[in-house]
């Protein structure tokens, strides 16, 4: 009796590890990011877009909220997380420099204008002027990047900054109170500084290229091919359709945003929107690793090229 029992229970539980395998390979979980301004990807869930190319397969969507790209590559990593609809460069380097195989599978946007480094009202006036001075913001990030490059521009170096890792709305209460003498800002958090009257010292624009992509694990990749490739067809018709009905993606966008029809024309104005990378984007790539690798944040050197598919290239 004891042995049939035993059998029994195993029995169950191997049904159930196989229903749950089941269940996991007939649910697509991808990640929804919408800042800074991911406009096509706010787009394709407002919209249903994903779910109608899925549903063809008979798979359904599980959305979640994980904005830090280290933490998509870690969902990746451990298999909690197929598609990652937007992740920075930054962390999709990190993550393979770990032996973490993320691969970008789309384009999304080269962001110059959308970061930038903010000293409040009556500080300093430059970048010059932050030596000695204290500066929050995300450790390890694309706004780093630009402060370090920003700082080295103007014949500093990160040691001449007491840097203090700091989220962005941390970051900016900080400089607001006065806690630290500048914040380094994204999105509407840098329109809202500059309309009162805080000093924008550098964006990226000649100091990195921001490059966000949309990203997927190579076991999903390799397993469900048909999934990514119905992931791409919808990036695709988000896109599309943001481009040819611009006024009501801005207003979807807004709402999605909690921000002004104004601030979210401007942000989009910003936001160079991309669909495929280029020689040049693999180029800016190599100078975020070395960024990385010189300031200690990635230990291992990856091949840049390897971590495009096609798809993500032209």
């Not at 190599?286 to 230990?299: A, P, S, T």
């Amino acid at each position: 009796m004891k042995r049939i029992s035993s059998f029994l229970l195993a029995t169950a539980a191997t049904l159930c590890l196989t229903a749950a395998a089941f269940a996991s390979e007939k649910t697509l979980r991808i990640c929804y990011v919408k800042s800074p301004f991911n406009l096509q990807h706010i787009v394709m869930k407002e919209r249903g877009i994903l779910e109608k190319h899925l549903e063809k397969l008979g798979v359904s969507v599980k959305w979640y909220d994980i904005n830090s790209g280290a933490a998509q590559a870690q969902a990746m990593a451990s298999g909690d997380l197929d598609v990652s609809g937007v992740m920075n460069s930054t962390s999709a380097l990190i993550a393979n420099g770990e032996g973490n195989p993320v691969k970008i599978v789309a384009g999304v946007s080269r962001p110059l204008e959308v970061f930038g480094i903010v000293a409040p009202k009556g500080g300093v006036k430059s970048i010059a002027e932050l030596k000695g001075k204290t500066v929050a913001g995300p450790k390890g990030t694309v706004l780093h990047q630009i402060l370090v490059s920003a700082l080295k521009a103007n014949g500093l170096s990160a040691r001449d900054v007491k840097f203090v890792q700091m989220g962005i709305p941390k970051g900016v209460a900080a400089m607001k109170n006065g806690s630290v003498d500048a914040a380094l800002v994204a999105a509407n958090f840098l329109i809202n500084c500059s309309n009162e009257g805080d000093t924008v010292l550098a964006t990226a624009k000649g100091f990195a290229v921001p490059k966000l992509m949309m990203t997927a694990s190579e076991r999903f990749i390799q397993e469900h091919p048909e999934q990514l490739e119905a992931v791409l067809a919808a990036h695709e018709e988000a896109t599309v359709w943001m481009e040819q009905n611009h006024a009501e993606a801005i207003a979807i966008g807004a709402k999605e945003q909690g921000i002004s029809l104004a601030d979210a024309e401007k942000l989009f104005n910003w936001t160079v929107f991309v669909r495929r990378f280029d020689e040049n984007d693999l180029k800016t790539m190599e100078d975020d690793q070395q960024f990385l690798i010189d300031n200690g944040m990635m230990r291992n050197r990856v091949d840049v090229r390897s971590l495009f598919l096609p798809s993500a290239l032209k």
